[in-house]
């Protein structure tokens, strides 16, 4: 193992073969189990922990217990397939287990559990193949905890040592989109998946928010080629999301010509940091912005920042999309801001520019004591509904 890869949630297994390949899978960060020659487990990925939402405690008692098996009990407490699925797996592997497993053995019935009594009428697979394949599906209704599962691809292969003698088993678990699929939405920011990731439980959170939109995109639509306003939008979504990206914020929710984004107090070291995130953020994406599309298009984006203290922040997993959401009033005020701006503007919420502290202030040459705000219900063209849901919030050009 690399020194810079930290073992596993259980401990590595005794013997040097399967040692080896453990270190070197985890180091992969790849989803699987290991198996001794009497398919125990003797090893469960970090991966594996992470998917299966187990707690440490739960990994390490995976360890001596025959995995296998687990996932078909009727009280199963990490891993529940569903019964036409572990029936289908139960026929293919039992006779591969029954090689290397005899109703006589002292343990065989620990081994197969419930299921003994139906394996010791097998016969064992010979020859034993050096690697199998299965697919196991999860009932819909079936959750670890948060995450919904469907279908997943598991990959078996034999490990014998120099002398040819079997020492146990890998199980290789991977989800049934192709490689090349993985490779696409592998291009996005790890480090936004991570923070991502952090708030999958939902929970009340402090944040800044940025609302962005095209300004007059009606008319932009217009004048443009359908074939040119959508080159417009996809290089204008592209600019939200990296400018969002390079500040350390979560992207939200893309609604046509417009986006938004959370800079989560918990992802640095302040709620000044959040702050001065948010606003770099929006000077950078109306700068950017003025260079998008044709020369003779005048594009502009209008923002809107707010303070979100009180946010009821949390992941949304379905079958067809993975996001994270957030709900609240300071939501709904936020939007409401970036509503009232007009000529490519930032308006910023005083509740947002308090929050900076000296160093943040002077970096974004903003000073808070001397700023004179507005309320949103004073501006000229502030809509009705953003003088009912927000008329009374003060907010500042940036």
């Not at 006589?104 to 139906?118: L, R, V």
């Not at 691809?153 to 014998?160: A, G, T």
């Amino acid at each position: 193992m690399t020194e810079d890869v930290a073992p596993g949630p259980s401990p590595l297994p005794e013997h040097p073969d399967l040692r080896d390949i453990a270190e070197a899978m985890e180091a992969a960060g790849m989803l699987f189990e290991i198996a001794d020659a009497r398919f125990r487990c003797v090893y469960v990925s970090s991966e594996f922990v992470r998917f299966a939402e187990m707690s440490a405690d739960e990994a390490r008692r995976q360890i001596g217990r025959s995995g296998i098996v687990r996932g078909l009990r009727e009280d199963a407490d990490i891993v529940r397939i569903t019964r036409d699925s572990g029936t289908a797996w139960f026929l293919h592997n039992a006779p591969i287990m029954r090689r290397y497993l005899d109703p006589a053995d002292a343990d065989f019935e620990e081994i197969f559990d419930s299921t003994a009594p139906y394996a010791a009428e097998i016969e064992p697979v010979d020859p034993l193949p050096r690697a199998w394949f299965d697919r196991v599906s999860f009932p819909t209704t079936v959750r670890f905890r948060q995450s919904m599962l469907g279908d997943q691809n598991q990959v078996q292969l034999r490990i014998s040592d120099d002398e040819g003698r079997f020492i146990g088993v890998v199980f290789i678990y991977r989800g049934v989109l192709s490689e090349s699929l993985l490779q696409r939405l592998g291009r996005g920011e790890p480090a936004l998946f991570e923070r991502m990731d952090r708030v999958r439980e939902p929970g009340r959170r402090t944040a800044a928010i940025l609302f962005a939109d095209l300004e007059s995109s009606g008319v932009l639509s217009r004048h443009l080629s359908s074939r040119g306003y959508f080159e417009l939008i996809r290089d204008l979504t592209d600019l939200i999301d990296t400018s969002v990206l390079e500040h350390d914020g979560i992207t939200g929710k893309h609604a046509g010509d417009g986006g938004s984004a959370l800079f989560l107090a918990a992802d640095f070291d302040s709620e000044s940091g959040a702050a001065r995130a948010a606003i770099e953020t929006a000077r950078a994406i109306r700068d950017r912005s003025r260079k998008l599309g044709p020369e003779d298009v005048d594009v502009k984006v209008n923002i809107g920042l707010h303070w979100g203290a009180t946010l009821m922040v949390g992941q949304v997993a379905t079958s067809g999309r993975l996001e994270v959401t957030a709900l609240g009033d300071q939501m709904n005020e936020g939007a409401r801001i970036e509503a009232a701006a007009t000529d490519g503007a930032i308006l910023a919420s005083k509740d947002l520019i308090e929050r900076l502290d000296v160093a943040d202030a002077k970096a974004t040459a903003i000073d808070p004591d001397s700023i004179a705000y507005t309320t949103l219900g004073e501006l000229d063209g502030a809509s009705d509904k953003a003088i009912r849901d927000a008329g009374t919030i003060a907010v500042t050009a940036i």
